[in-house]
């Protein structure tokens, strides 16, 4: 079942540094609305408040949905990529740990990279 994801929710709404005060102020949905839904406390609002949080965000309702079972994305033309997201996505822990990555600066993604080269050594 394809559900409301309080951590795309989050991600979407880090991404534009807003605070959920700021998104209440600019949507005109109450605030304790707000916090419901980005805490996940209230899995379904409405198409029009989610809609209302997307403009905000500038981004699409779809951003905020996990999906089950969902086939890789087109984006990912090189099968080696394909292959890889692909086993990445099946692995529960590495799914976990590719969803965290998103929220990581540059400086330390990087890190992490020389952690794993030096454990493939």
Do not use: W
Request: aromatic letters at 8%; a positive charge.
């Amino acid at each position: 079942m394809n559900t409301l994801s309080k951590e795309k929710l989050n991600f979407q709404k880090n991404k534009k540094k807003l605070t959920n005060y700021k998104i209440s102020q600019l949507t005109g949905i109450p605030i304790s609305n707000i916090d419901k839904i980005f805490s996940g406390t209230n899995k379904n609002p409405t198409l029009d408040t989610l809609q209302k949080i997307a403009n905000v965000l500038e981004c699409s309702i779809d951003d905020f949905i996990e999906y089950e079972n969902t086939p890789i994305s087109p984006i990912y033309i090189d099968n080696n990529t394909k292959y890889t997201l692909g086993h990445i996505l099946k692995n529960k822990t590495t799914k976990e740990i590719f969803k965290h990555i998103s929220f990581m600066n540059e400086k330390d993604i990087e890190l992490i990279l020389k952690l794993c080269k030096r454990l493939n050594k």
